[in-house]
């Protein structure tokens, strides 16, 4: 019997072609829902994108995203290109998140690497409601649909992770004013977004700075120096920004230090919640603990969600906003880190860890983003048919 046989090339392009067919419904189904959520369709579609065209339209925000959304409508009246905006941004990071994985791991199959950054952007935390109640409130998550200026952190932060990866290994040997002015701009424009990611990414930037500088004892400074400089434009953005967001009349409080206050907020079992959020990336970081020192993406990476933990722990803002959990975006954002690094590590496990011999390893590590996927899946279902992304 004639047996037909797909060659490598047209599984490819099979795959590929599921792949952009996933783009087209993924950010039709996105572009909808946004668009829902711009004019609270029907009292449902919940969502802070209805105050952030408000505060664009009037010029009263402070986001480089309320702007754009202010001019979208101001100048076309059009809420349904509202959604086709943001819906291209979702897309957008996930092509760049590709590209990140094709940085961190060049030797993976690229398809396969286009699937993973797709999951990273799909997954959301373990639903367990006889720990905490919430899908979302609590537990936290990286991929957020009710917030346009963290749908824009989102996407300009990951492009600033891979020009920082990108230059991990040339910095020291002098980058171009192209390269500087370009990882500049772009961190300026994160921090006009929303400047959550700004907060915990470069003090573990200034951290690995200083590590090179002791390694090297002191003799490349000058380059280290300059790649430092990088981020001071950004913040004096940061200033602009805490300035616009605190007023110096105290009518909206500030930045506190008040211990466990959001940790604790609106879960009922913390360490749970952390669980359930990053089941996947810690069963990772359990087979390779000693990588957090010899692989500077992967260690770079938890020092960042470390930081941001920190600060969502001990610190939140005084006043009316007390409960509104707003320095929990950095610790969020760094979740999407953790998840898109741990698909590398893996991906790059097949290629260094037997699989007969590590099968426990991958067992584990499938089930878990498997069951990160489904809830993610569970939750985008509930979101893209107008229900409380709580």
């Given at each position: 019997m004639y047996e037909k046989r797909f060659t490598k090339k047209q599984i490819t392009i099979l795959a590929n072609a599921g792949i952009v067919l996933f783009y087209l419904i993924y950010g039709y189904l996105c572009a909808r829902m946004l668009f829902r959520q711009s004019i609270h369709y029907n009292n449902m579609y919940h969502s802070d994108l209805p105050s952030h065209i408000h505060s664009g339209v009037n010029r009263i925000g402070y986001s480089l995203v309320e702007m754009i959304l202010g001019d979208i409508i101001?100048?076309?009246?059009?809420?349904?290109?509202?959604?086709?905006?943001?819906?291209?941004?979702?897309?957008?990071?996930?092509?760049?998140?590709?590209?990140?994985?094709?940085?961190?791991?060049?030797?993976?199959?690229?398809?396969?690497?286009?699937?993973?950054?797709?999951?990273?952007?799909?997954?959301?935390?373990?639903?367990?409601?006889?720990?905490?109640?919430?899908?979302?409130?609590?537990?936290?998550?990286?991929?957020?649909?009710?917030?346009?200026?963290?749908?824009?952190?989102?996407?300009?932060?990951?492009?600033?992770?891979?020009?920082?990866?990108?230059?991990?290994?040339?910095?020291?040997?002098?980058?171009?004013?192209?390269?500087?002015?370009?990882?500049?701009?772009?961190?300026?424009?994160?921090?006009?977004?929303?400047?959550?990611?700004?907060?915990?990414?470069?003090?573990?930037?200034?951290?690995?700075?200083?590590?090179?500088?002791?390694?090297?004892?002191?003799?490349?400074?000058?380059?280290?120096?300059?790649?430092?400089?990088?981020?001071?434009?950004?913040?004096?953005?940061?200033?602009?920004?805490?300035?616009?967001?605190?007023?110096?009349?105290?009518?909206?409080?500030?930045?506190?230090?008040?211990?466990g206050y959001c940790f604790f907020m609106r879960a009922r079992t913390p360490v749970m919640a952390v669980i359930q959020t990053m089941a996947f990336p810690l069963w990772i970081l359990a087979f390779h603990i000693r990588d957090l020192k010899k692989d500077r993406v992967f260690g770079f990476s938890w020092l960042m969600l470390l930081i941001s933990f920190l600060e969502y722990f001990f610190l939140c803002e005084g006043g009316a906003r007390k409960d509104h959990g707003n320095l929990s975006w950095g610790y969020c954002y760094c979740i999407y880190v953790i998840f898109v690094v741990s698909v590398a590590k893996i991906c790059s496990d097949f290629r260094e860890k037997d699989l007969k011999k590590y099968w426990y390893y991958y067992l584990g590590a499938g089930l878990l983003l498997l069951g990160h996927l489904v809830y993610g899946l569970q939750y985008f279902n509930i979101v893209v048919h107008g229900g409380h992304f709580i």
């Open positions: 101001g100048y076309t009246g059009s809420y349904k290109l509202v959604g086709i905006f943001l819906a291209t941004v979702i897309l957008a990071t996930i092509f760049v998140t590709w590209k990140l994985l094709r940085l961190i791991v060049p030797n993976t199959n690229p398809v396969l690497l286009h699937v993973g950054a797709i999951a990273c952007n799909l997954v959301a935390a373990y639903y367990l409601p006889q720990f905490n109640e919430y899908r979302y409130l609590g537990v936290q998550s990286g991929n957020i649909y009710h917030n346009s200026t963290f749908t824009g952190m989102k996407f300009l932060g990951t492009m600033v992770l891979y020009l920082y990866f990108s230059y991990q290994s040339q910095y020291e040997k002098g980058l171009s004013w192209k390269q500087w002015s370009t990882f500049a701009v772009l961190m300026i424009m994160v921090n006009m977004t929303k400047p959550n990611f700004f907060v915990c990414f470069a003090p573990a930037m200034g951290i690995y700075l200083l590590i090179d500088l002791i390694q090297k004892k002191g003799k490349t400074f000058s380059k280290i120096f300059l790649f430092g400089l990088a981020v001071i434009p950004s913040v004096l953005v940061l200033l602009v920004v805490y300035t616009l967001l605190f007023p110096s009349d105290g009518s909206a409080g500030g930045v506190i230090i008040d211990p």
